[in-house]
């Protein structure tokens, strides 16, 4: 049995394919429109899905959305009339793209599906799954666990906001749930907006500023804006907020109380916002904190999460540390592209009531690579057709020459094996850099990436050597929990350098590897495995054969506003465009200094910043 997940039309469209309860291939739109969380019909992730399969539409036995349109449309309604008359420009702005387009999704659905392939009767086996259960799903059917208590946290669905659901076999029942307008996910959005960041995309920026910051404004929150309970339930108060019924997530209420008025996009970031970012990052961990601990004391020792509060990996490692569940597992398409996922999932295991195999070790996300890859030849060809300049080594060699690459701190494009599905870059499309130097996270972020210097990076480790180097020893495949680096490889600050303000100490060195160290010596792992990128194991594995150490600095191949690449002329661009040093795609090997000078691109200007 075959079932397509679609998720589409509010951000982060994607596409998955699942055949007999084995996920063949997962991928986002945006990596193919190269538009940033794009929301259109993923028509090209629609057919790479196929492709992978090699199968028609015609072949595909259900087809399975994310949502239910008619929900959101009856909580739009009801939100409105509730704060009636407040909320008239937004509503008469809203309504009329409610009405043509999105009321109607299931036809626009359906006219799009038969395109493809007119004489299947998708009225019939058009299938829809709610929200919240979409997320569950993508969260525990792939786990390792064959029980588990699943808590999904997120912005709003259809009226959830947060729900849990208990999971067995291959039966997955909700329990329980938050509705909007009290969401865990908005407040956060909140703090995004008012710190001068862009909702729905600069939370992640918001969590990596918070350890620049004291947490001074924690008990304000707390005792203000939300009403958090001792079992991690909470509601909001509304009045601080304007995304009910208004154009603006805060109001004036919200500036009175914190002194000021929303910061610009533009303006310098101050003392202020960090301390902003460290206090709503410290009250969502306590929020979570106090739901797991809740969560634990009535059933499984499992716990999985999914929704984009489960994207907060600080939340998620100080969940880990607390002990009060024996495992975690985390989708790592935990946002709404995962819902695809997640959708048909629900379809086979759920609708269709079809067995689910639990292997109780691996998870069945085949480490997120369930993207399109590329055979040599192809590779070749296409690197030719844009002008490239490249050798050709054998896998042995390659590894050598990139291991040596590093070591002399060279930028090097990572291009490898199938892309990843979800927003981490995890060792199949990577920028990768020698995390002993003191100065690369800064040249990464500034002459690489093209983005703020404060941005962290993530370590990519190898599994097996984790807990020497990190106080954690558990796998961590998708940069979703976050644990501090080892006292033993740790450089205490002096008080000078302690006193510094902010960002002036990202340039101090804290630990062995101060590429990867935050400021707090925290730093967000993700465990390499041989079993699932034999490649990039074998690439860190020759790295520390050459260093001693067995860490790369490991981020997404792109630059700022640039969905990460998909295919070799994507990442040919990019290294064109920005100042990576040494480009490996497959077998291929391209130093830039060997390139025509003519195909440079002024790339930083290129995408629409995030």
Wanted: proline share 5%; glycine share 8%.
């Amino acid at each position: 049995m075959r079932v397509l997940g679609v998720s589409a039309f509010y951000h982060d469209s994607a596409a998955a394919l699942v055949e007999d309860g084995q996920i063949v291939a997962a991928a986002q739109e945006e990596r193919f429109t190269r538009r940033k969380h794009d929301s259109d019909y993923p028509a090209q992730a629609i057919n790479y899905c196929l492709s992978a399969a090699g199968i028609t539409l015609g072949d595909v036995d259900f087809v399975a959305f994310y949502d239910k349109p008619f929900l959101k449309f009856e909580r739009l309604l009801e939100t409105y009339v509730a704060f009636a008359p407040r909320g008239f420009k937004s509503f008469s702005m809203a309504i009329p793209v409610w009405i043509k387009e999105k009321l109607f999704q299931k036809s626009l659905l359906v006219r799009k599906l038969k395109e493809q392939a007119p004489n299947f009767d998708w009225d019939s086996q058009l299938l829809f799954a709610e929200h919240h259960q979409s997320h569950a799903a993508s969260a525990f059917f792939p786990s390792p666990f064959e029980d588990a208590t699943v808590l999904t946290m997120d912005g709003v669905g259809e009226w959830a906001t947060a729900s849990v659901a208990e999971g067995s076999g291959n039966n997955l029942a909700m329990t329980r749930e938050i509705h909007w307008p009290h969401s865990l996910g908005l407040l956060y959005s909140a703090f995004t907006f008012y710190t001068g960041f862009r909702v729905n995309s600069g939370e992640y920026k918001v969590m990596g500023l918070a350890p620049y910051g004291d947490p001074k404004y924690r008990d304000l929150i707390l005792g203000t804006l939300i009403d958090l309970k001792e079992d991690g339930s909470f509601r909001l108060n509304l009045d601080y907020f304007d995304y009910c019924t208004g154009l603006r997530m805060t109001n004036s209420r919200f500036d009175e109380l914190f002194d000021g008025p929303a910061r610009g996009p533009k303006e310098l970031l101050t003392q202020k916002h960090m301390d902003l970012a460290a206090s709503i990052q410290a009250v969502t961990e306590e929020v979570m904190l106090r739901l797991t601990r809740a969560l634990a004391k009535e059933g499984s020792r499992n716990l999985c999460l999914a929704g984009g509060v489960a994207l907060n990996c600080v939340a998620n490692g100080k969940v880990l540390r607390d002990g009060a569940f024996e495992n975690i597992w985390v989708q790592p398409a935990a946002g709404d592209a995962g819902g695809a996922l997640g959708a048909a999932l629900t379809a086979y295991h759920s609708f269709q009531n079809q067995p689910r195999h639990v292997n109780g070790v691996m998870d069945a996300m085949e480490g997120s690579y369930l993207g399109p890859s590329y055979p040599q030849d192809e590779i070749e060809s296409r690197l030719l057709a844009e002008g490239a300049r490249f050798e050709v080594l054998d896998e042995t060699a390659l590894t050598k020459a990139i291991a040596d690459a590093l070591a002399d701190e060279k930028a090097i494009g990572w291009f490898q094996g199938r892309m990843e599905f979800g927003p981490r870059a995890l060792g199949g499309r990577s920028i990768l850099g020698d995390p002993r130097s003191p100065s690369m996270q800064k040249t990464l972020n500034l002459k690489v990436k093209y983005r703020e210097s404060f941005r962290p990076f993530a370590p990519s480790v190898l599994r097996e050597e984790v807990s020497d180097w990190f106080d954690i020893d558990t796998d961590s495949p998708y940069m979703l929990m976050v644990a501090d680096v080892n006292p033993e490889r740790q450089r205490e600050m002096t008080a000078e350098e302690q006193a510094l303000f902010g960002i002036d100490k990202l340039n101090i060195a804290r630990s062995d590897i101060p590429a990867v160290t935050h400021v707090d010596y925290s730093a967000r792992i993700q465990t390499v495995h041989a079993e699932t990128n034999p490649r990039y194991h074998a690439l860190i594995s020759a790295f520390k054969q050459r260093t001693g150490c067995p860490v790369l600095v490991n981020t997404s191949f792109n630059v700022r506003g640039e969905p990460i690449v998909c295919t070799p002329e994507d990442a040919f661009r990019c290294f064109m465009g920005s100042e990576i040093d040494v480009l490996a795609v497959g077998n291929c090997v391209l130093y830039k200094q060997d390139q025509d000078p003519a195909l440079k691109r002024d790339y930083k200007d290129a995408f629409e910043l995030d």
